[in-house]
C-alpha cells in the first residue's frame, strides 16, 4: 500500500505526461494545420477567346515579365486543354469551362439555334422576361440547363461570396456569372456603355459613374491603335502581303467603331479598366468568405482578317493581351493581400476565328459551300419523294432542322425521311460527312461521332449534322457570313496560378471540363452539379 506522499507524486507525474502529451500533439496539430493552403479570398477566372499556345511561345519575346511569363514560370501549365465537343465557339466553349460540362447537358450548344416554336433563329442569351441598363437587350441566363462554379460559390456562402462577370460581349458576361452573380457587364456594341440586365441584383454604382465619364462613347473618339512596341520586333509571322505599319482610328468606322472596337487588341485595356474599378470600389476580395470575379479578353483577329493579312496586328494584340493580363493579376493580388490568398485561372475557348481561302497559287483543294442553296434543294427533293411541303424548317451551326409537325401530319416515317436527306445531303461538294440524329445518339462510336454527340442536346440541336471538306468556306446569302472549314489541332493552354499552386508543365491533354472542379475542390465548396470530371488535386 503506498504512502498518501507517495500517491501524491505518481498522481503529479501523471499529470506531467498528460500536460506534455497534450501541448506535443496541439504543437502537431498546429504543424499540420500550417501545411494545409488556405482558401482563396479572391479567384479571378480569366478566359480568353481564341487563345492559341502556339503563339504564346512564338510572340514571347514581346511580352513583358508578368503577364504569360509570370504563369508559365512560377503556376501549373495545362499546355493542352481542349474541348470534347465540335465547333466551340465563344457561348458554348464559355458554358462548358463555367459549367464543367459540356453542351450536350448544359444546353448551350452556340451562340444561337432554330427554335422550332418560333420558327426562327434565337440567341442562347435571349430573355424578352428582362430589361436591360443602358441597353435594349433582354437577356438572362435562363437557358444554361445546369448550376456553374460562380452559382456554386453563392449557395456554398449563403450568397454572401462577391460575383462579378466582365467582358466585352453579353454571352460571356452572362454564361460565366451564372444564375446567382451580383452582377454581369459588357459593351453595348451599338452606343459604348458598359451594360447589364435587371436580371441581377444591381447595377453597381461604379459602373454607372465609369459610364458617365470613361466608358468607350466617352473615349472612342481619342483611341487609336497603333504597334505598342517597334514594328521591327514583329518578326514571328510571315505573310506574303506587304507588311508595314498599321493605324486605326476607331472614329472612321463610324456607326460600326464600337463593334470593330470590340474585335480589336483595344479592347482588352478598357475590360482592365472596369475591372480596376471594381476592385477599386467593391469589397470584392477583402474578407476570408471568397469571392469570384471572371474575365473575358479578347485574342482573335481584327475585323475578320485572316493571320496573313495583319500579321503584325495579331502580334500586337498579344503584346498588349500580355500587359492588361499582368495589370490584372497585381490589381487582384493587391486586393486580396497577396500571392496566397489569390487564385488565377486563364482558359481558352478552344477555337479560331475566320480564315481566308489559300492562295490559289498553291492549288490547294477549296471552295463554297452555301448552305441556303443547299437546304432550298433539299426541301426540293424531299417534296419530289414526299409531297408538297416545307420539309426543311431551318439550319444553324452546321445543322438542319426538319418539319417535324409536317413528318407528323403526313405520318411520314421520320426515320426515313432523315435517312434521305443526309444521303442527298452528302451527294454535295464539299460535304465530307452528314449525320442522323438518331445516328449521333445511338450510332457506333467513332471519334468524330463523340464530338458531336457531345454538343447533341436533343431539344435544341438540329435532325442532320454535317462536316465540310478542310478547305472549304460556309456562306450564307442571307447573314453574308461564312468561315473557312479547317480540322487543324489547336493548342488551348489552360493555366492555374496563386495559392499555393506549384510550378509545373502538364504537357498531357486535359479537357476543359476539369476547370471549375478543380476550383471548386481548392475553394472547399460543391463542384457545379454536371461537372463529372475529377478535380486536379495535385497542382
Given at each position: 500500500m503506498l504512502h498518501p506522499e507517495n500517491k501524491l507524486q505518481v498522481t503529479d507525474h501523471r499529470m506531467k505526461l498528460l500536460l506534455v502529451?497534450?501541448?506535443?500533439?496541439?504543437?502537431?496539430?498546429?504543424?499540420?494545420?500550417q501545411n494545409v493552403p488556405q482558401t482563396p479570398r479572391l479567384v479571378v477566372s480569366i478566359t480568353i477567346d481564341q487563345l492559341r499556345y502556339d503563339y504564346l511561345e512564338r510572340f514571347s519575346p514581346l511580352f513583358c515579365e508578368h503577364g504569360f511569363k509570370r504563369l508559365m514560370l512560377e503556376g501549373t501549365t495545362c499546355r493542352d486543354g481542349f474541348h470534347n465537343f465540335i465547333n466551340p465557339d465563344i457561348a458554348s466553349a464559355t458554358a462548358a469551362i463555367h459549367t464543367g460540362t459540356s453542351p450536350s447537358i448544359n444546353g448551350i450548344i452556340g451562340r444561337e439555334?432554330?427554335?422550332?416554336?418560333?420558327?426562327?433563329?434565337?440567341?442562347?442569351?435571349?430573355?424578352?422576361?428582362?430589361?436591360?441598363?443602358?441597353?435594349?437587350?433582354?437577356?438572362?441566363?435562363?437557358?444554361?440547363?445546369v448550376s456553374t462554379l460562380a452559382d456554386e460559390l453563392k449557395i456554398a456562402t449563403q450568397d454572401k461570396a462577391l460575383v462579378y462577370s466582365i467582358a466585352a460581349e453579353a454571352e460571356s458576361a452572362i454564361l460565366a456569372a451564372g444564375r446567382n452573380a451580383n452582377s454581369a457587364l459588357w459593351i453595348n456594341e451599338e452606343n459604348g456603355k458598359w451594360c447589364s440586365t435587371t436580371y441581377y441584383k444591381d447595377m453597381p454604382y461604379w459602373a454607372n459613374q465609369y459610364n458617365d465619364t470613361c466608358s468607350p462613347d466617352n473615349t472612342i473618339e481619342k483611341y487609336e491603335w497603333r504597334p505598342l512596341l517597334d514594328p521591327k520586333t514583329y518578326v514571328y509571322l510571315t505573310t506574303e502581303w506587304e507588311e508595314k505599319d498599321f493605324r486605326y482610328d476607331f472614329k472612321d468606322f463610324r456607326a460600326l467603331k464600337f463593334k470593330k472596337f470590340i474585335k480589336s487588341a483595344m479592347v482588352n485595356e478598357e475590360i482592365a479598366n472596369m475591372a480596376q474599378q471594381c476592385f477599386d470600389n467593391s469589397k470584392i476580395g477583402e474578407d476570408d468568405i471568397p469571392d469570384l470575379l471572371a474575365i473575358t479578353l479578347y485574342a482573335g483577329n481584327f475585323d475578320d482578317k485572316s493571320t496573313i493579312e495583319c500579321a503584325l496586328e495579331i502580334q500586337d494584340t498579344y503584346a498588349?493581351?500580355?500587359?492588361?493580363?499582368?495589370?490584372?493579376?497585381?490589381?487582384?493580388?493587391?486586393?486580396?493581400?497577396?500571392?496566397?490568398?489569390?487564385?488565377?485561372?486563364?482558359?481558352?475557348?478552344?477555337y479560331v476565328g475566320k480564315e481566308n481561302a489559300d492562295l490559289k497559287k498553291y492549288r490547294i483543294p477549296s471552295g463554297e459551300f452555301y448552305i441556303n442553296r443547299c437546304t432550298a434543294l433539299l426541301n426540293m427533293y424531299l417534296m419530289a419523294k414526299h409531297g408538297q411541303g416545307n420539309y426543311v424548317a431551318g439550319y444553324s451551326n452546321n445543322q438542319i432542322y426538319l418539319n417535324n409537325e409536317l413528318i407528323k401530319e403526313r405520318k411520314l416515317n421520320y426515320d426515313s425521311l432523315a435517312i434521305d436527306a443526309t444521303e442527298f445531303l452528302s451527294t454535295f461538294d464539299g460535304i465530307a460527312n452528314a449525320y442522323t440524329a438518331k445516328r449521333i445518339q445511338i450510332g457506333a462510336w467513332d471519334p468524330a461521332l463523340q464530338q458531336w454527340r457531345n454538343i447533341?442536346?436533343?431539344?435544341?440541336?438540329?435532325?442532320?449534322?454535317?462536316?465540310?471538306?478542310?478547305g472549304w468556306s460556309s456562306r450564307d446569302e442571307n447573314s453574308y457570313e461564312y468561315r473557312i472549314d479547317r480540322a487543324n489541332f489547336i493548342a488551348s493552354p489552360i493555366f492555374f496560378w496563386g495559392s499555393n499552386i506549384k510550378s509545373e508543365l502538364i504537357e498531357t491533354p486535359v479537357n476543359n471540363n476539369v476547370v471549375a472542379p478543380t476550383v471548386a475542390y481548392y475553394l472547399r465548396i460543391r463542384a457545379p452539379n454536371a461537372a463529372a470530371a475529377r478535380p486536379m488535386t495535385n497542382i
Open positions: 502529451t497534450a501541448f506535443a500533439m496541439l504543437a502537431l496539430a498546429e504543424g499540420k494545420a439555334w432554330f427554335d422550332r416554336q418560333k420558327e426562327r433563329l434565337v440567341s442562347c442569351i435571349d430573355d424578352r422576361n428582362y430589361l436591360g441598363n443602358y441597353t435594349k437587350q433582354s437577356v438572362s441566363p435562363e437557358k444554361l440547363m498588349r493581351l500580355d500587359r492588361q493580363l499582368a495589370r490584372i493579376i497585381d490589381m487582384a493580388a493587391k486586393k486580396s493581400g497577396g500571392h496566397d490568398r489569390l487564385m488565377v485561372v486563364v482558359t481558352a475557348t478552344g447533341f442536346n436533343y431539344r435544341r440541336s438540329g435532325d442532320i449534322m454535317y462536316d465540310l471538306q478542310p
